[in-house]
Nanobody
Framework: HVQLVESGGGSVQAGGSLRLSCVASGSITSRSCLGWFRQIPGKEREGLAAIDSRGRTSYADSVKGRFTVSKDMAEGTLTLQMNSLKPEDSGTYYC???????????????????WGQGTQVTVS
């Protein structure tokens, strides 16, 4: 079983930055795929970024060049550095993982069986 806990959300002005963290415990392996997702009220949850077992990252076009995902497996921590934030980035942010993935795809949410509870980000 895997537990994920996000933190770092808050309120920021447009153009500002936030750094989200996700602490993972349980069956996190060196093969794990880790991802960040966002849900805006009234809309479906969307994938933003993922990092695979080799540290390769991939991003949705909406955040590419502004957001950076990284991980520290020794600490069991996933991070999302968010720069140049826009009001449309507001929402609840979730981290998720798949411990033994065949592939690591931020855009396929059903690939991720384990989810955190989310942290709120508001950009005004």
């Amino acid at each position: 079983h895997v537990q994920l806990v996000e933190s770092g959300g808050g309120s920021v002005q447009a153009g500002g930055s936030l750094r989200l963290s996700c602490v993972a415990s349980g069956s996190i392996t060196s093969r794990s795929c880790l991802g960040w997702f966002r849900q805006i009220p009234g809309k479906e949850r969307e994938g933003l970024a993922a990092i695979d077992s080799r540290g390769r990252t991939s991003y949705a076009d909406s955040v590419k060049g502004r957001f950076t995902v990284s991980k520290d497996m020794a600490e069991g921590t996933l991070t999302l550095q968010m720069n140049s934030l826009k009001p449309e980035d507001s929402g609840t942010y979730y981290c998720a993982t798949d411990s033994y993935p065949a592939v690591c795809r931020w855009y396929v949410l059903v690939d991720f069986p384990y989810w955190g509870q989310g942290t709120q980000v508001t950009v005004s």
